[in-house]
Each structure stands twice: as structure tokens, then as C-alpha cells.
Antibody, heavy 127, light 108 residues
Framework: QVQLVESGGGLVKPGGSLRLSCAASGFTFSDYYMSWIRQAPGKGLEWVSYMSSSGTTIYYADSVKGRFTISRDNAKNSLYLQMNSLRAEDTAVYYC????????????????????WGKGTTVTVSS | SSELTQDPAVSVALGQTVRITCQGDSLRRYYASWYQQKPGQAPVLVIYGKNSRPSGIPDRFSGSSSGNTASLTITGAQAEDEADYYCNSRDSGGDHLVFGGGTKLTVL
């Protein structure tokens, strides 16, 4: 079945680095945009980054730009998030999600939605 | 601060209809998608596009939009619908995605 499984979370000191992975199965990974979303303890969802199917289009939330790097390996059906210069406020559950896009001919744009989510991996930044 | 604004909490009596709203300038141009999240679980997509439901989502869930406001309506709310609901869309610039702050739905 369609599945996303995140890994790589853990406890890291402020200023440290961590690399998250997301293993995809049950669908053609190379056909889809992919995204990372996080949720701080007791807080709402925050979009972090997304990457196009080929990897040529990448966007980051302002809160992580310059510190986090999203990447993918379509041959390995995997998505990654390299997180550097970590701060306490990066503490969160990090979810990997598949991004589907559909074109609206009425409005002449693509709309996005995240139709498959992993269970998440927890990142704690603390000294 | 979020570019999409949701009421923090809404309640509904069992079997009644409830509307959860999401406001933002980007919604004048882009469709919203809606996600249900229960405690300790990952979010689940419930509505996307103009008013589409993924397979497995009950037809009591529906979506609509007018001006800068997107709405998720649950017609005949059930106890299992008690959850946090988040809207999501492209931001005003079109390149980023943004979530609303979430609405906690209580079914009385």
C-alpha cells in the first residue's frame, strides 16, 4: 500500500545538525512533489519545504531557509531533510508528505494538496 | 503569524451541522485543502480542490469557498469527527504553502 516512513529524528544540541529520511513505497515516487511539514509540541502544523518531482523546484519556509536543505533520490524512493544550525524552536515532529497537484483550467493555476503523510519523526533540540 | 486564519475552537452537538472557516487573501485565488488530525496521529486529507474527497472520507465532509474564505462543513457530525482541523493553501506569492492555525472541533 501507499506508505511514507520517516526516520532520523533524535536529540541534538543547539547549533547541531541532523538528517531526516523519508522512505516511500506503493507509488511511483518520481512522479510526485514531496514536502516536509513540522508540528511543535502542542502547536499547529507548519509547512517547512517542498521539492518538485525532478528536484529542480525547491521552496523553503522563511523560518528554515539557509539552514535546512531538502533533497531526494528517486532511484531510492527517498526524500531527505538536512537540518543545520538547529535551534530550540526547531523542536517538533517532522512529517513527510506526498504532494499532489491538479490544474484548474478555470483559474489557470496548479493547486496542491498533501494526500499521503508519514507518521512522523521527533526532533528535539536541547542542551 | 499565519496568512490563513481559523477560529481556535468550535463545538457542535452530535448529529448537527458545523462549518469550520479559513480566511486569507490567498484564498481569493487558490483552493484550500483541509486536514483532520486526531491526538497522537498524523494529519489526514479530508477535502481538496473545489470540493473533492479522497476515497474513504465520508460524504458528510464537504468544502466550499467564497471570496477570501474557505469552509469545511460536516453535515451530521459524529463523535469520531472530534479532532483538530487545518486548512492549507498556497500563499499570496504562490510559491510557498501555508497552514491555518487549526480549529479544535468538539462534538458534544
Amino acid at each position: 500500500q501507499v506508505q511514507l516512513v520517516e526516520s532520523g529524528g533524535g536529540l541534538v544540541k543547539p547549533g547541531g545538525s541532523l538528517r531526516l529520511s523519508c522512505a516511500a513505497s506503493g507509488f511511483t515516487f518520481s512522479d510526485y512533489y514531496m514536502s516536509w511539514i513540522r508540528q511543535a509540541p502542542g502547536k499547529g502544523l507548519e509547512w517547512v519545504s517542498y521539492m518538485s518531482s525532478s528536484g529542480t523546484t525547491i521552496y523553503y519556509a522563511d523560518s528554515v531557509k539557509g539552514r535546512f536543505t531538502i533533497s531526494r533520490d528517486n532511484a531510492k524512493n527517498s526524500l531527505y531533510l538536512q537540518m543545520n544550525s538547529l535551534r530550540a524552536e526547531d523542536t517538533a515532529v517532522y512529517y513527510c508528505a506526498r504532494v499532489s497537484r491538479e490544474y484548474s483550467y478555470i483559474y489557470d493555476y496548479y493547486y496542491y494538496y498533501m494526500d499521503v503523510w508519514g507518521k512522523g519523526t521527533t526532533v528535539t533540540v536541547s542542551s | 503569524s499565519s496568512e490563513l486564519t481559523q477560529d481556535p475552537a468550535v463545538s457542535v452537538a452530535l448529529g448537527q451541522t458545523v462549518r469550520i472557516t479559513c480566511q486569507g487573501d490567498s484564498l481569493r485565488r487558490y483552493y484550500a485543502s483541509w486536514y483532520q488530525q486526531k491526538p497522537g496521529q498524523a494529519p489526514v486529507l479530508v477535502i481538496y480542490g473545489k470540493n473533492s474527497r479522497p476515497s474513504g472520507i465520508p460524504d458528510r465532509f464537504s468544502g466550499s469557498s467564497s471570496g477570501n474564505t474557505a469552509s469545511l462543513t460536516i453535515t451530521g457530525a459524529q463523535a469520531e469527527d472530534e479532532a483538530d482541523y487545518y486548512c492549507n493553501s498556497r500563499d499570496s506569492g504562490g510559491d510557498h504553502l501555508v497552514f491555518g492555525g487549526g480549529t479544535k472541533l468538539t462534538v458534544l
